[in-house]
């Protein structure tokens, strides 16, 4: 029987396209140090293209996914926002004592965003207006801290960046309110692909929490290929929670890339409970003495989401540690796949480096690929790793009915129990109780 | 006499194509206490497992009422609602769920079976505490995950705490004093021996005389080969201390 494959567009083709349109719009900037970024991105894009099928980063989840049907690849644009948006205003985040900050396919949108805290505490620009100011902090860092190997989609995204936000925390600053982005994908017109582009420079002894949501709305579908940077100064702290909620028409590629100075903290929550294709590229780099990466996640597959984690902690320098947690469920025919690297430098002795994947099967057609990926060259580290597939406990199901509960009932308990161990990690208390939420409701549902 | 709460008639049952149980039969009326006791591979754990309903073993004849109902048609959650409770020989340890919430949503789908209004949190929490004292129950462990760690002897006393919530009409209780030393055994029993009443019935399964001092039986029943081959008044346990069960063989 002949393989039937989705029509997929040309995405070299038009990001050509994009890109030239993108440049003229971009009028005296094309001379500045940031669009020299942007033009040796989209010349290795071009080089390099989709990730080949048989790439071994791209295996289980074929890049061409997220090309299927007709996808209209989004520069920057003036365009006035389009649909209705009653998540903003009746979504879970209003009224909550939050800055909330709303990406448009791709695009920041000042007028749907609120901004709380005062300016001394954290500074939020548009890109276009801070690269016009020539903001240092976007010269030191943007497009420096993510790393497009086997990723091109970081380049896609760099080529065409000009309407992201840029976060700047000053020194010595804790950020009182969460910082929440909502990253919309509109498909009500056509089939975007969106870029999202967010830098977030937290200064020496700061500390910031931050939120993405990423939704979608429309029946042409979309695709949200969002990159996040991170620069943590040296004690600098982040914690970051991504709630990814889309519907079933829409995909994500969501790669974030932290880099941690000496004594600099993060701690990554990656909750995926729905969309169409959902891909996410976690790197923490630890680059400073004593710094600390914690990477959590939590993925529901099932028959309408395909999900895979890739995440990379490198450890560069001596006496660094990294704790990871990623817990998976699998419902119906669903598929998820967990690639988690360590990389420890032939310096970092006394490095710590703990991961651990868990992952349950709800069904006989539901599959995981879970694979660890060491790639240690010092010798005086301790690095720990696990993964595990299993099914839910009978014996414990059986517990639970011959205490009066029944068997949906039971099994719902087990499953919340086995997500609260990621869920509970998650700072922002909205977003927490948004996440129990949807569970519940996915629970409910297989 | 009062009709039966639970009539057990020529039980036969099997699992993995052993038959282990083979025509057992046995009443037990409200207010009373049987004991089952028997060697080891008599099918004692078989009979707990049948009247609680796993589904591993098969029932290939024979009957059982609980209460006018036939028992064998209801899913293991539907026994424990009508008033059948199993404390189990190795309680489950569940990460992750605490015994408190476990136990509330016990109760509430119970209440709920009985036609009883759910439990609020300040209700639930009220009768919880009066319980706790039946077994000396720590409030700590309650909030701990459910078995997870726990001492074998925190475990049992944890399944009479449960037991205590749901206030069953039949207790099992199986091999409930394996695992245990003296203190938590005569604090598990004294639980037991707290909750019976004259509605009340309960069918203690054990391989050892021991626990029968402090849960003193009306009725012992020596099953063998899958049959109840003996039975008697409490003296039989202590019978059966002495000589063993030699007179099986002879």
Redesign the interface.
Known sequence: MATLTAPHADLTALAQQAFAQFEQGLEGLVHGPLHERRRQAHARFLDTGLPHPKAEAWKYTPARRFVEGAPVLEAYSRRAPQGHLPWLRHGFVAGQRANVLCTLNGRYEQTLSTILSPIHEVEITGMYSAERKNSRSLEAHFARIADPADNPFVDLNTSLCGHGILIRVPEGKQVRLPIVFYHLADGSIHQPMAQPRVLVVVGAGSSIEIAEVFESQGSHGSTTNHVLEVYLAEGASANITKLQKAEPNASLIDSTFIYHEAKAQSQTNTITVSGKTVRNNLTCALAGSESYAALNGLYLADDALHVDNHTEVRHLVPNCQSDELYKGIAAGKGQAVFNGKIYVAQDAQQTNAFQSNRNILLSDDAGVYTKPQLEIFADDVRCTHGATIGQLPEEAIFYMQARGIGKDEARRLLLGAFAQEVVERIGTEMLRQEAERLLERWFEGV | MATPLLSIQDLHARIEGKDILKGLSLDIRPGEVHAIMGPNGAGKSTLAAVL????QYEVTGGSVQFQGKDLLEM???D???EGV??A?QY??E????STV???K??VN??RL?RGQEALDAVSFLKLMKERMAVVEMDQALLNR?LNEGFSGGEKKRNEVF?MAM?EPTLGILDETDSGLDIDALRIVASGVNKLRSQDNAFLVITHYQRLLDYIVPDFVHVLAGGRIVRSGGKELALELEENGYAFLSE
């Not at chain 2, 569940?94 to 769920?97: A, D, K, L, S």
């Open positions: 609680s309903g796993r589904e899913a293991p959650e026994r424990a609602r409770f199993l189990f309680p489950v569940i990460p992750g769920v919430n476990f136990l949503t016990a789908q119970v079976h995950s449960q749901l």
